[in-house]
C-alpha cells in the first residue's frame, strides 16, 4: 500500500494505539503546504496523496503542487486518485464483469498471466435495477415482481453466482435488498477504512470509492469521497490503475438558515439543482458550508447530495460533523468502528463545528433555506423547478372531453428512487398524509397506477412499526419491491384500457415520482410528461389524479359532507414528523439489515451457476454472450487520422440524454431490437429490457439512439431511431445507415448541441456509439461522465465553439484535419464542411482531451485495447 513517507507524517490514531494513519496536521508542519484551510473535499484529497506516495507516481513534490495549487485556484495540476473500492449495480455492473470474464479468456490465450487482469480492489455488486412494477395496488405485490425477476432475470442471476465464486473480491447485495445508494449509506460505506500495509501495520484512512451509477454522489452526506464513472472506467480502476484528473474547482454553497415548516429536502434539493444548473459546475465540485448545513440530518443531504449529477458536480460533498458519528450510531454500525471514526476525523480536522472558519473556496454562492417552498420538477429536466401555482401551465390544454382522461391525467404516481425512498422524514410525511386524507374521505384516482418501491428494508420496517403503511396501502401504495423500478424506467404495464386510450386520443399524461430524472420517455413510454416531487407531494397528485391543478388555491377533492380538502389541510406539520420520528427505533431495524444484506430470498440461495471454468456463453439470442469488445474491429484506433468525407448519421439538439442514446426501457415487438429477438425464435412475452439485456451487443447495437422521444433533425418532423441515409435521402434505421456507410467506407460523426451525454453513468452509451461506427462527436458542450466514455472506447469528443452556427441540412459532408497532432490536452482539429453547393467552411474544433491517460486510451483505440497492449 505505502512505501514512502516524505514528511514522516505516520502516527497512531489518538485513543487507537495500534491503528496508524497519515496526519494531515503533521504533514502541514513538515511543509507539505496549508492544509488546514482546503476545502473538507480536498483535505480528504491531501490524505489520499499522502497515503499513497510512493515516490514514482504520487511523489512528495507532487504532493506539495497539489496543496499550492489548491490555494491558488488552479486547476492545471494533475492528481493520481486510487478508489479504495468499486461500487456497482447490476445493469451496468454485469457487463463490467463480462469484460473481466472475457480480459481473462483472451490474456490465457495469449499466453500471459491471468492474475494481471483480476480486480486489486474490493467490489460491491447490489442487485437492485431489473425488478418491475408488473403487480402494485395489494399487499402481495412486493413477492409476485420479486418472482418474475428471478424468472426473467435466471441468465443473468447464474452467470453473477458463476462470477461471484471465482472473483474473492467481489460482494454481491442480492435481488429484494434495497437500492445500491442507499444501502451505500446503511451498510457499505465505512467512513474511515482500515487496511492492512505490507509490513502488517493497520492504516486508516478516508473511505472512497467510484460506482457505475451517477447517483454514486449520494454517499457524499457522509463525507466519503466519490462518484460515478463508466463502467469501462470502473474496470481501470478495479486493476489498480489511477483516474488521473485536474485538481477541481472547488465551488462553496453557503446554506443559511433553515427550511420552514412543511418543506422536506426534496424540495431544497429540486431548488437547489435548478439554481446551482445556472453556475455551470461541470467538472467542479459542489461542497456545502454555512450555518444551514448543521440544520439538516444525514438522510436530508443525502437526498441534496445525490442531486449532484442533475446540477451539474462531479460531487455534492458535506464535511463530517456530529451528525456523521450519530448516524454511523444510529446505523448499527459496531461501537468501535464508530469510535475509531469519531477519533480520526478530530484527529484530521475534519470533524466540523458551526464554529469553526470557512474554509477557502474558488468561488462562493450563497443560498437561504428559508426561501424554499414546496417544489417540483418537470416536465422533462429535473432542473426545471416549478412551484405549486406553476404546475398547470405545464399541461396542454385541455380536450375539453367528457371522459375522466384528459391531457395532464397523472397514470403514475411512484414513491420511487434512491433520491428520496429511505428518507425517514419525507416517508412519514407522506405516511401522514396518506392517514389525513383517509380521514376526510379522499382517495387515489381509478386511472393512477400507484407504487412504493422502498431504497431498504430499513424503510419499509419504519413506516410498518410507525403504522402508517396501512394508511399508504389504503391509497394503492404498497411496497412493490425494494429496488429502483419506476425512478429508472422499469415502471411496468399500465392498464390495458388506459394505454389504448392514451394511444387512441394521443393524450400527454403524466407519470410523478420521488425519483432523480423526468427525461422524456424514460419513465414510461406512454408518459410524454413526468414530473419529479416529494413523497407526500406524489400521494397528494395521486389523489388528484391530474398535474392540471393549482395545489396552493385549488381543492383535492371533496370529504362526505362535500366539503373542499385542499392540500393545506392534510399537510403534516413539522411537529406531527417529529413526534412519529421520535417513537421509532431505527437501530435495531439497521442491525438487522446489516446482517441480512448479503443473505438474499430463497431463490437466489436457489441459483446453482455452471460448475465449468470457463463460462458457456449463450447464443444469438441469448442475455449473457461473450463481448466483443476486444475483437479487432473494435480496438483498432479510430481517431488516429484524418476523418475524411465523413457524414453525419445524426443531427441533434440540445440535452440530449444517454437514455436517447441507449435507452433502458422494455424492448417493444415493433422496435427493430424486438423484430430482431423475434426473427432468433424469442417469444414476444420474453423480449425484456434494454437493461437486462446490455450482454447481448446484437440487441444492444438495434437499441442505439432507437429512443422513441429522440429527435433527430436529419428527418424533421419524426421521433425515434431513423435517419437519413446520404446522399440516397434514404430514410432508415440507425443500425442499418451505420452498416451502409461502413459498407461504402464513409466514416460517420453524430453532431449535437449543449448537455450531450446528460443522464446516466452509462458506458453503453459510448459503447453503441463505438459499435457504430462513430470516429467523433462534435457537441457544444459534454456532460462529464458521458465524454470520459467516449474517450474510453476510442471516440473523440470534440466541441464546437459558442459563437459558430454551422447550419446545417444534412447534406453535407466532413474532414477532421489535424487529429493526430490534436490529440493532446488543448489540443484541437480543424473541421471543414462542405456543402452541396461546393462552398467550404473551416472551423476550429476543441479536442475535449482532459488527460495524458486519455490522450493515450485514443491512439489505442479505447481503454481495453491499451490494458490487453499493456498486459500482453
Known amino acids: 500500500m505505502k512505501a514512502v513517507d516524505s514528511f514522516s507524517c505516520l502516527r497512531p490514531v489518538p485513543g487507537h494505539p495500534d491503528v496508524f494513519h497519515f496526519s494531515l496536521p503533521a504533514a502541514q508542519a513538515a511543509g507539505a503546504g496549508a492544509l488546514s484551510t482546503l476545502p473538507y473535499s480536498l483535505r480528504v484529497l491531501a490524505e489520499h496523496l499522502l497515503r499513497h506516495e510512493d515516490g514514482a507516481v504520487i511523489t512528495a513534490d507532487a504532493i506539495h503542487a497539489f496543496a499550492t495549487a489548491a490555494h491558488a485556484g488552479s486547476t492545471d495540476v494533475d492528481v493520481s486518485f486510487f478508489p479504495g473500492r468499486l461500487m456497482m449495480q447490476d445493469s451496468s455492473g454485469l457487463p463490467v464483469l463480462a469484460d473481466f470474464v472475457a480480459l481473462d479468456e483472451a490474456v490465457r490465450k495469449a499466453g500471459a498471466d491471468p492474475t494481471r487482469v483480476s480486480p486489486r480492489i474490493p467490489i460491491d455488486l447490489v442487485v437492485d435495477h431489473a425488478v418491475e412494477v408488473d403487480h402494485w395496488g395489494s399487499t402481495q405485490a412486493s413477492a409476485q415482481n420479486l418472482d418474475l425477476e428471478f424468472h426473467r432475470h435466471a441468465d443473468r442471476y447464474r452467470f453473477l453466482r458463476w462470477v461471484q465464486q471465482r472473483m474473492p473480491r467481489l460482494r454481491v447485495v442480492p435481488p429484494g435488498t434495497g437500492i445500491c445508494h442507499q444501502l451505500n449509506l446503511e451498510v457499505l460505506a465505512d467512513v474511515i477504512a482500515v487496511r492492512q500495509a505490507p509490513d502488517g501495520r493497520q492504516i486508516a484512512g478516508f473511505d472512497s470509492l467510484l460506482g457505475t451509477d451517477s447517483h454514486t454522489t449520494m454517499v457524499n452526506a457522509l463525507s466519503v469521497f466519490g462518484w460515478g464513472v463508466g463502467g469501462v472506467e470502473a474496470t481501470a480502476a478495479a486493476l489498480g490503475e489511477p483516474v488521473v484528473m485536474k485538481i477541481p474547482e472547488v465551488v462553496g454553497v453557503r446554506l443559511r438558515n433553515r427550511l420552514a415548516d412543511g418543506v422536506l429536502a426534496t424540495d431544497l434539493a429540486l431548488a437547489l439543482t435548478a439554481e446551482l444548473r445556472k453556475h455551470d459546475l461541470v ?10 448545513v448543521h440544520t439538516l440530518s444525514i438522510p436530508d443531504r443525502a437526498t441534496i447530495a445525490n442531486m449532484a449529477p442533475e446540477y451539474g458536480a462531479t460531487m455534492g460533498f458535506f464535511p463530517a460533523d456530529a451528525r456523521t458519528v450519530d448516524y454511523l450510531r444510529a446505523t448499527g454500525r459496531p461501537q468501535a468502528q464508530v469510535q475509531l471514526v469519531e477519533a480520526y476525523l478530530d484527529a484530521q480536522w475534519m470533524l466540523h463545528c458551526e464554529s469553526d472558519p470557512e474554509p477557502h473556496f474558488h468561488r462562493l454562492i450563497d443560498f437561504d433555506l428559508a426561501s424554499v417552498a414546496p417544489t417540483l420538477a418537470g416536465p422533462r429536466r429535473p432542473h426545471d423547478a416549478l412551484s405549486l401555482a406553476s404546475l398547470t401551465a405545464t399541461v396542454p390544454p385541455s380536450r375539453g372531453s367528457s371522459s375522466a382522461l384528459d391531457h395532464g391525467a397523472v397514470v403514475i404516481a411512484a414513491i420511487t428512487s434512491c433520491t428520496n425512498t429511505s428518507n425517514p422524514r ?41 403504522g402508517l403503511q396501512s ?7 404498497h411496497v412493490v419491491g425494494h429496488g429502483c423500478m419506476t425512478c429508472m424506467g422499469n415502471s411496468g404495464p399500465l392498464a390495458d384500457a388506459i394505454e389504448t386510450q392514451i394511444r387512441e386520443q394521443d393524450l400527454s399524461v403524466a407519470a410523478v415520482l420521488s425519483g432523480n430524472r423526468n427525461f422524456e420517455g424514460r419513465i414510461h413510454p406512454r408518459c410524454k410528461l413526468s414530473y419529479l416531487a416529494s413523497p407526500p407531494m406524489v400521494v397528494a397528485l395521486a389523489i388528484a389524479g391530474t398535474v392540471r391543478i393549482d395545489l396552493s388555491c385549488e381543492p383535492l377533492g371533496v370529504d362526505e359532507q362535500q366539503r373542499s380538502v385542499f392540500l393545506r389541510d392534510i399537510w403534516p406539520s413539522d411537529v406531527d414528523i417529529d413526534a412519529v420520528l421520535d417513537a421509532t427505533d431505527m437501530r ?17 440461495i436457489a441459483i446453482e451457476p455452471p460448475s465449468t471454468d470457463r463460462y458457456p456463453w449463450d447464443d444469438d439470442a441469448g442475455f449473457i454472450r461473450r463481448p466483443p469488445f ?10 488516429s487520422t484524418d476523418i475524411l468525407g465523413a457524414r453525419p448519421l445524426l443531427l441533434l439538439g440540445d440535452n440530449v440524454t444517454t437514455d436517447h442514446i441507449s435507452p433502458v426501457s422494455r424492448i417493444s415487438p415493433e422496435s427493430e ?5 423475434l426473427s432468433q425464435g424469442v417469444d414476444a412475452a420474453n423480449l425484456a429490457s434494454f437493461s437486462a439485456r446490455r450482454l447481448n451487443h446484437d440487441v444492444m447495437l438495434r437499441g442505439g439512439f432507437a429512443n422513441p422521444r429522440i429527435h433527430n433533425l436529419l428527418v424533421p418532423g419524426t421521433e425515434g431511431g431513423i435517419t437519413r441515409l446520404m446522399p440516397d435521402h434514404d430514410t432508415m434505421p440507425i443500425h442499418d445507415a451505420a452498416a451502409t456507410y461502413a459498407a461504402r467506407g464513409v466514416p460517420v460523426v453524430v453532431i449535437a448541441g449543449r448537455g450531450y451525454g446528460a443522464g446516466s453513468a452509462r458506458d453503453w452509451a459510448a459503447k453503441v456509439t463505438r459499435m457504430l461506427g462513430i470516429r467523433a462527436v462534435i457537441a457544444r458542450s459534454f456532460e462529464r461522465i458521458h465524454r470520459t466514455n467516449l474517450v474510453a472506447f476510442g471516440v473523440l469528443p470534440l466541441t464546437l465553439p459558442d459563437n459558430v452556427e454551422l447550419s446545417l441540412d444534412g447534406t453535407e459532408t466532413f474532414d477532421l484535419i489535424g487529429v493526430e497532432a490534436g490529440l493532446r490536452v488543448g489540443g484541437s482539429v480543424v473541421l471543414e ?6 462552398a467550404r467552411m473551416r472551423y476550429a474544433l476543441h479536442a475535449h482531451i482532459e488527460t495524458d491517460v486519455e490522450v493515450n486510451w485514443l491512439k489505442h483505440g479505447g481503454l481495453l485495447p491499451k490494458v490487453m497492449h499493456h498486459v500482453c
Open 426 to 466: 419525507a416517508l412519514v410525511a407522506a405516511g401522514l398524509l396518506a392517514r389525513n386524507a383517509l380521514a376526510r374521505g379522499l382517495r387515489s384516482a381509478a386511472w393512477t397506477k400507484t407504487s412504493f418501491a422502498p431504497g431498504s428494508r430499513v424503510a419499509s420496517g419504519m413506516l410498518e412499526r410507525a
Open 673 to 677: 431490437a424486438g423484430r430482431w429477438l
Open 588 to 604: 435495531e431495524l439497521s442491525e438487522i439489515n446489516r446482517r441480512s444484506s448479503f443473505d438474499g430470498p430463497a431463490q437466489w
Open 283 to 292: 467538472l467542479r465540485v459542489v461542497e456545502f458550508c454555512g450555518p444551514g
Open 833 to 838: 464542411v462542405q456543402r452541396a453547393t461546393g
Open 630 to 639: 476486444l475483437s479487432e474491429a473494435l480496438t483498432r484506433p479510430l481517431a
Open 471 to 477: 394508511a399508504l396501502n389504503a391509497l394503492g401504495f
